[in-house]
């Protein structure tokens, strides 16, 4: 964890007077000091973001952080204040900011050779390609690298019409799969759609299997510790009647909506990410993957969140589910920050892309290849599958505990460290709770110096998907504050109420 965990009370910025009381939580002192800030003024960087970048370039927070420096699960802004970062920058840091090993690695690379692009070989592409297929289970043995999710995704698409013959593509509705115009498609999320014509062409969204905003779903229905409040018929088992009614849904999309019932393929993230963290009964994608296979098509696990032993049971998403895919997609934790994304399959499905010309400049160079087998040495050398599963575990069940004493908790939801809090302003109806209110408890965690993520439809989703080396003493800072804006929350709402 590279950090010597030591609680010291430091002055907490953002925070009201009576909130800066001695039952806030403090930040550990680490045997790391974050070198100083030599750029240019925060004022300058203001200007140049308005004027300089494109306006979707948009930062987080009110008063946007300046991050100039990170150092495992830490975050160093241009005035040296540090922040535990439980985000790992959109869930991509999987094994720690500047990684001594994969620092290493990197250098030493860059010393020897930075690009030569695959006209020519060079070893670091065919030992990666080796140690990377050698996590997949079943005939996942051919791998193409690019550069990142949207990248993976697009050829996955490709690659799934080539080899059926089909067009057609089924994604869940809620789900994001990048933001390129052909995966924009597949991305059922209107918060990512641009309203150009034909990119949805050839898609067809499902109803999201959501056990807790959609029309069904109970308190057995997850494999998870962590269920929905919401009450069903299902017997505390492997049986779910959830999935047998999103099932049947399913199936009359190939009913009616495929030609002839035919399909090119089917994606899904094992645990929806952008979306909220959703996870799908049990049962679910088993059953949809078989469908998929009876009808022609071929089934597209989208790992790029999921992967990596993040959920603490397993190293790819989909083991959850009990399914080996046709294609695995992954990026993001796959190089810890640095641009990497693969299409991993089989030896068949691999076959169709000789069918002309498919070139990547980038994919798999010497540079992400080195990064890419350090990232895997990393994992199994510090065994961060099994840290997120014990810290995870424990962050998951301290939620609970928050949701039994704070009503805005509607839902806890997660395995590992892929982990998704639910704001409502009701549990009974499961209305979001408003964006400003929603915002508010998220900027004063950043004052705390806890960083979250948001997620889903509305945004009131807190995204809890940090670097996997994080500790118990982290988890515990993350409970502690996180409860302390939930209090200073519910008192405002409750002042507010009898006034």
């Known amino acids: 964890m590279y950090s010597t965990i030591l609680r010291t009370n430091i002055p907490l910025r953002g925070l009201t007077t009576s909130a800066t009381s001695s ?24 200007e140049l973001q308005k004027t300089r970048l494109t306006p979707n370039v948009t930062p987080y927070y009110k008063k946007p952080l300046l991050i100039h420096s990170g150092r495992m699960q830490w975050l160093f802004d241009h005035e040296g204040r540090k922040y535990l970062d439980m985000f790992g920058g959109i869930v991509t840091v999987s094994v720690g900011h500047c990684h001594p090993k994969i620092n290493a690695a990197l250098a030493d690379q860059m010393d020897t050779l930075w690009h030569t692009t695959n006209i020519y070989m060079h070893p670091k592409i065919h030992e990666y390609a080796y140690r990377i297929t050698e996590t997949m289970p079943g005939n996942l043995k051919k791998v193409y690298f690019v550069n990142s999710g949207s990248e993976a995704n697009d050829l996955a698409i490709l690659m799934a019409r080539l080899h059926t013959g089909n067009h057609e593509i089924i994604s869940f509705r809620n789900a994001y799969h990048g933001a390129s115009p052909l995966t924009m498609g597949i991305t059922a999320h209107s918060t990512w759609r641009f309203p150009l014509p034909g990119v949805s062409n050839g898609i067809i969204h499902a109803m999201n299997p959501d056990p807790f905003l959609g029309h069904w779903g109970g308190k057995y229905c997850r494999d998870s510790i962590a269920q929905t409040i919401r009450e069903c018929n299902c017997e505390d088992g ?85 399914i080996i895919p046709d294609i695995v997609t992954c990026a993001k934790g796959i190089g810890n920050g640095f ?9 068949e499905i691999a076959q169709c892309l000789d069918r002309a010309l498919h070139f990547n400049t ?17 994992i199994e050398e510090e065994e961060l599958q099994k840290n997120s599963k014990i810290v995870g575990t424990c962050l998951i069940k301290g939620l609970l505990e928050l949701q039994k004493k704070y009503e805005i908790i509607g839902d806890v939801r997660g395995k590992g460290l892929m982990i998704g809090v639910e704001l409502v302003e009701d549990r009974n109806t499961r209305k979001p709770l408003s964006i400003p209110h929603v915002i508010e408890i998220w900027e004063k965690c950043k004052d705390l110096g806890v960083l979250l993520g948001r997620g889903g439809l509305n945004g009131n989703t807190l995204r809890i998907k940090p670097p996997m080396c994080i500790s118990q003493d982290d988890a515990q800072l993350t409970l502690e504050a996180l409860e302390k804006v939930l209090m200073l929350h519910h008192s405002k709402r409750r002042r507010n109420s009898l006034r």
């Open 362 to 378: 980038f994919g798999g160079n010497p540079l992400a290849s080195a990064v890419g087998i350090a990232v895997l040495d990393v």
């Open 238 to 322: 492997n049986s779910c009647e959830a999935s047998d009614k999103y099932y049947h849904e399913l199936e009359q999309i190939f009913r009616f909506s495929l030609p002839r019932g035919k399909v090119a393929g089917m994606f899904a993230e094992s645990i929806q990410g952008v979306g909220g963290t959703v996870q799908y009964p049990k049962g679910y994608i088993k059953k949809a993957a078989k469908l998929v296979r009876a009808n022609g098509g071929i089934f597209i696990s989208d790992e790029v969140q999921s992967g990596f032993g993040r959920t603490g049971d397993h190293f790819w998403g989909f083991q959850e589910h009990g």
């Open 339 to 347: 641009p990497i994304g693969a299409v991993i399959t089989t030896p």
């Open 23 to 46: 039952q806030l939580p403090s930040l550990p002192v680490s045997d790391f000091e974050a070198p100083a800030y030599r750029g240019p003024t925060y004022e300058k960087i203001v």
